[in-house]
């Protein structure tokens, strides 16, 4: 089976189209999209090419034959040249750091990692430090070949990278918020005058959790804040604690509000630039006023109104959750042609 690209859509493709028609096209636009990738990933999410209960040995087979490595660099240059998978891990300057050099530098995108480290609120915590940034984890990186077999197996089972893997990436999100390499005084001034109290923690949050492949990526605002917060979730307590008892209606205001960004063409840095100046969250209005003006001028520039931005958000998230399962395909395409 070969996987095309052609009639998968790639990430962000609604709004290119959108921002070259003209806005009364828009609602027609986004209806037929809607109807378009709800097939799609709906067939998508019912294909197989490997069961479940045989990816894992699998994995474990092309390692004792010394496949590993190239069924690995396999995977990745096809994944990188057939779909968007990584474009997130480029932008953030995370791609070689965990697909090129299986984390084996303890760093990532700059950012020095400190392992095994005792009572951290969740697996892994950002020291946001502008001088001295930190991840620190509560677990060990494994060996590249270790890492190598987690990510194939990961990938070719949920399309997600493995947990440590995404752990990593969230703390690395982190350090986009903060003034570093090319911020401006603006950045530096927000950051440290403007207020860095409890009203700010939904919005970095709710960046790190929804950048990248990780976690519960794929969901609606709604089905994503209560996986989070549920009691039954793995990641409930130490996102609780994290949220300081943020009200809900704030949480959902703030992954809203990074949802839209990225769907309308915000990169993981232009987010986190964004959060590093405007974090403010009026209670009266019940929105992040500068952030949501933002969106705003940019839902203008696509030719849509608020009822559009909402429909491209969902279009975004279906674009997106294609990339992963063809992903997931193209890893268990791989895995059984090394075996066969």
């Given at each position: 089976?070969?996987?095309?690209?052609?009639?998968?859509?790639?990430?962000?493709?609604?709004?290119?189209?959108?921002?070259?028609?003209?806005?009364?096209?828009?609602?027609?636009?986004?209806?037929?999209?809607?109807?378009?990738?709800?097939?799609?990933?709906?067939?998508?999410?019912?294909?197989?090419?490997?069961?479940?209960?045989?990816?894992?040995?699998?994995?474990?087979?092309?390692?004792?034959?010394?496949?590993?490595?190239?069924?690995?660099?396999?995977?990745?240059?096809?994944?990188?040249?057939?779909?968007?998978?990584?474009?997130e891990y480029h932008e953030a300057g995370?791609?070689?750091?965990?697909?090129?050099?299986?984390?084996?530098?303890?760093?990532?995108?700059?950012?020095?990692?400190?392992?095994?480290?005792?009572?951290?609120?969740?697996?892994?915590?950002?020291?946001?430090?502008?001088?001295?940034?930190?991840?620190?984890?509560?677990?060990?990186?494994?060996?590249?070949?270790?890492?190598?077999?987690?990510?194939?197996?990961?990938?070719?089972?949920?399309?997600?990278?493995?947990?440590?893997?995404?752990?990593?990436?969230?703390?690395?999100?982190?350090?986009?918020?903060?003034?570093?390499?090319?911020?401006?005084?603006?950045?530096?001034?927000?950051?440290?005058?403007?207020?860095?109290?409890?009203?700010?923690?939904?919005?970095?949050?709710?960046?790190?959790?929804?950048?990248?492949?990780?976690?519960?990526?794929?969901?609606?605002?709604?089905?994503?804040?209560?996986?989070?917060?549920g009691a039954k979730s793995e990641y409930?307590?130490?996102?609780?604690?994290?949220?300081?008892?943020?009200?809900?209606?704030?949480?959902?205001?703030?992954?809203?509000?990074?949802?839209?960004?990225?769907?309308?063409?915000?990169?993981?840095?232009?987010?986190?630039?964004?959060?590093?100046?405007?974090?403010?969250?009026?209670?009266?209005?019940?929105?992040?006023?500068?952030?949501?003006?933002?969106?705003?001028?940019?839902?203008?520039?696509?030719?849509?109104?608020?009822?559009?931005?909402?429909?491209?958000?969902?279009?975004?998230?279906?674009?997106?959750?294609?990339?992963?399962?063809?992903?997931?395909?193209?890893?268990?395409?791989?895995?059984?042609?090394?075996?066969?």
């Amino acid at each position: 089976m070969s996987i095309n690209i052609e009639v998968l859509p790639r990430a962000n493709e609604t709004l290119n189209m959108l921002r070259n028609q003209p806005s009364v096209q828009a609602p027609g636009i986004l209806s037929g999209r809607i109807i378009l990738l709800e097939l799609k990933n709906r067939y998508l999410e019912q294909t197989n090419l490997l069961p479940a209960r045989y990816v894992n040995p699998q994995v474990g087979r092309i390692s004792e034959t010394g496949q590993l490595g190239s069924v690995y660099d396999k995977v990745v240059q096809r994944i990188g040249q057939e779909t968007d998978y990584f474009q997130e891990y480029h932008e953030a300057g995370a791609f070689d750091d965990i697909f090129g050099r299986q984390l084996q530098d303890r760093k990532i995108g700059g950012v020095k990692i400190k392992e095994n480290v005792r009572k951290l609120p969740g697996n892994g915590q950002f020291n946001n430090s502008v001088m001295f940034p930190r991840i620190k984890l509560d677990f060990e990186i494994p060996d590249s070949s270790q890492v190598k077999a987690g990510i194939l197996s990961s990938v070719a089972l949920t399309g997600l990278p493995p947990l440590n893997v995404g752990t990593i990436f969230h703390e690395l999100v982190h350090r986009l918020q903060i003034p570093g390499k090319g911020a401006g005084v603006l950045d530096y001034v927000s950051y440290y005058f403007i207020g860095r109290g409890y009203w700010d923690i939904p919005l970095v949050e709710a960046q790190a959790y929804r950048t990248g492949y990780c976690n519960t990526r794929f969901s609606s605002p709604e089905e994503f804040i209560a996986s989070l917060t549920g009691a039954k979730s793995e990641y409930s307590q130490a996102y609780d604690k994290s949220l300081y008892q943020v009200k809900q209606d704030e949480i959902t205001v703030a992954v809203k509000s990074i949802d839209s960004l990225r769907a309308l063409g915000y990169s993981p840095r232009d987010i986190g630039r964004v959060l590093m100046r405007y974090r403010m969250f009026n209670r009266k209005t019940g929105t992040y006023p500068a952030i949501q003006r933002l969106i705003d001028q940019a839902a203008e520039e696509a030719n849509l109104d608020e009822a559009g931005v909402n429909k491209l958000v969902h279009v975004d998230l279906m674009e997106r959750n294609l990339q992963r399962l063809q992903a997931r395909l193209i890893t268990q395409e791989e895995l059984l042609q090394a075996v066969a």
